[in-house]
C-alpha cells in the first residue's frame, strides 16, 4: 500500500495566476512599433524631404532591416510614437481646439508624403482604451504622464477623430534626438544580436524613466509656483 501523503499541484498558500490586463494592449503596441518600423524603412528609401533627421542621418541601416529584424527590434514594450504624452497642456488645447477654423487649413496644406496622418488614428485607438483600463500600465506602454491620461481617458470618440484629424503633423518618432538609441536598437536587431539588442531596449526604458522624471519636476513646479504667495 502506498502510504504517501497526497501533495497538492500547488502549495495551499500559493497565489491564483493573474492575468495582466494589458496584455491585448502589449500585443498592439509591438505590432504598431513593427509597422512604424516597416514604413519608416520605406521613408528611409525615399531620401523624402519631410523625413525625420534620424531617418536621413542612418537611411542605410534603416533600408537594411528585412522583417524579422524589424519584428526583433519592436519588442520595446513602449510605443515607438510621442503625441506629447507627457505634456498636458498640449492636450487640454487639443480637447478645447475642436471647430478650429484654422486647424482646417492646415489639414488641407499638409505635406502629401508626411508619414503621420497613417499612425496617428491607429496610436489614439490602442492609447486611449488602454488608459482606461488600467493608467500605470499605459504609462509604461506610451510614455504618458498621469495627467495626460487623465485627459485622454474622458475624451469623446469625435474628439479623438478631430485630433487625428487636425493635430496629425505633432505626432513623432520617439527619442528622435537619440541617435545612439536608434542607431544601437536598428543595428543589434538587424545583427540578430540578443544580448545587444536587450542592452538597447533596457536603454530605452531608462530614456523613458527620465522624460517621466522631467515631466513630474515640471508638475512639481508649476505647482509650487501656483500656490506661492
Known amino acids: 500500500m502506498n502510504t504517501t501523503p497526497h501533495r497538492p499541484d500547488r502549495p495551499c498558500n500559493a497565489l491564483p495566476a493573474q492575468r495582466w490586463r494589458q496584455v491585448r494592449a502589449l500585443k498592439d503596441v509591438v505590432a504598431l512599433n513593427e509597422h512604424v518600423l516597416e514604413v519608416l524603412s520605406v521613408v528611409a528609401a525615399l531620401r523624402s524631404p519631410v523625413s525625420p533627421h534620424i531617418i536621413t542621418e542612418h537611411a542605410e541601416l534603416w533600408t537594411s532591416l528585412d522583417s524579422a529584424s524589424r519584428h526583433r527590434a519592436a519588442q520595446l514594450p513602449v510605443l515607438f510614437l510621442d503625441l506629447h504624452f507627457q505634456d498636458v497642456e498640449w492636450w487640454q488645447a487639443a480637447t478645447h481646439a475642436a471647430g478650429d477654423e484654422v486647424a ?5 496644406g499638409r505635406d502629401a508624403e508626411s508619414w503621420q496622418p497613417e499612425f496617428i488614428r491607429q496610436t489614439l485607438m490602442i492609447a486611449w482604451p488602454s488608459v482606461r483600463e488600467d493608467r500605470l500600465a499605459a504609462g509604461l506602454l506610451f510614455g504618458m504622464s498621469e495627467a495626460v491620461a487623465n485627459v485622454l481617458s474622458v475624451l469623446t470618440p469625435q474628439q479623438l477623430d478631430h485630433i487625428s484629424l487636425y493635430h496629425s503633423q505633432e505626432l513623432r518618432l520617439r527619442w528622435m534626438h537619440s541617435g545612439q538609441f536608434w542607431r544601437r536598437l536598428l543595428s543589434s536587431a538587424k545583427a540578430n544580436d540578443i544580448e545587444a539588442l536587450g542592452s538597447t531596449h533596457l536603454f530605452g526604458l531608462q530614456l523613458l524613466g527620465g522624460e517621466v522624471l522631467r515631466g513630474r ?10 500656490r506661492w504667495p
Open 104 to 108: 482646417e487649413d492646415r489639414v488641407l
Open 217 to 226: 519636476n515640471q508638475v512639481r513646479h508649476v505647482t509650487s509656483v501656483q
